[in-house]
T-cell receptor, first 115, second 113 residues
Framework: DAMVIQNPRYQVTQFGKPVTLSCSQT?????MYWYQQKSSQAPKLLFH???????NEADTPDNFQSRRPNTSFCFLDIRSPGLGDAAMYLC??????????????FGDGTRLSIL | QQQVKQSPQSLIVQKGGISIINCAYE??????FPWYQQFPGKGPALLIA?????SEKKEGRFTISFNKSAKQFSLHIMDSQPGDSATYFC????????????FGKGTRLSVIA
């Protein structure tokens, strides 16, 4: 029944070692989002794809990159993780449409730890 | 102007009581207001949402009250249960949900027996 699937659920990497987080969806939604959530904080939007159009938030560090090879998959690449990048990373999807969009559906996240 | 201010930061309610969480916004272009519920180790899940053409929406024990002139909306949880203990986020977006959500900072609700 899972509609937004994130892998892995837990990821441990070393300081400075590149890491890739993945997200897949079975909803055929045209928008996919990546959020960073630190403990006791709200999700912080990093970027989103509207179909293949990439939209980066102004304050997202260059260290964070994303790829969306097709409708179903989206990847978050952290090129050189620092200790401050330890967080839960959430993927979400929605269907943008006229007259109104559909709610965002979140995956259960990947908990990233940096050694 | 893009902020959504949420209060209280934490809330303790007796089982069977009413939990009330409030949010306020400035951007009058916001036209979609969802509430998300998040349990530890899980992603946020949509609880209930409202658009500004109505002042109240009820789904089971959960009610959103919306005051357009005051630019405020609130979540009421009636007959609160220990299973409702979670973090609740209000959010807002423009263009009827076709743009990214702006989240409040969250309220940690504890319902005690």
């Amino acid at each position: 029944d899972a509609m937004v699937i994130q892998n892995p659920r837990y990821q441990v990497t070393q300081f400075g070692k590149p890491v890739t987080l993945s997200c897949s969806q079975t909803l055929n939604h045209n928008v996919m989002y990546w959020y960073q959530q630190k403990s006791s904080q709200a999700p912080k939007l990093l970027f989103h794809y509207y179909d293949k159009d990439f939209n980066n938030e102004a304050d997202t560090p260059d260290n964070f990159q994303s790829r969306r090879p097709n409708t179903s998959f989206c990847f978050l690449d952290i090129r050189s993780p620092g200790l401050g990048d330890a967080a839960m990373y959430l993927c979400a999807t929605s269907m943008a449409s006229d007259p109104g969009g559909q709610p965002q559906h979140f995956g259960d996240g990947t908990r990233l730890s940096i050694l | 102007q893009q902020q959504v201010k949420q209060s209280p930061q934490s809330l303790i309610v007796q089982k069977g009581g009413i939990s009330i969480i409030n949010c306020a916004y400035e951007n009058t272009a916001f036209d979609y207001f969802p509430w998300y519920q998040q349990f530890p180790g899980k992603g946020p899940a949509l609880l209930i949402a409202i658009r500004p053409d109505v002042s109240e929406k009820k789904e089971g024990r959960f009610t959103i009250s919306f005051n357009k002139s005051a630019k405020q909306f609130s979540l009421h949880i009636m007959d609160s249960q220990p299973g409702d203990s979670a973090t609740y986020f209000c959010a807002a977006s423009i263009n009827s949900g076709n743009t990214p959500l702006v989240f409040g900072k969250g309220t940690r609700l504890s319902v005690i027996a």
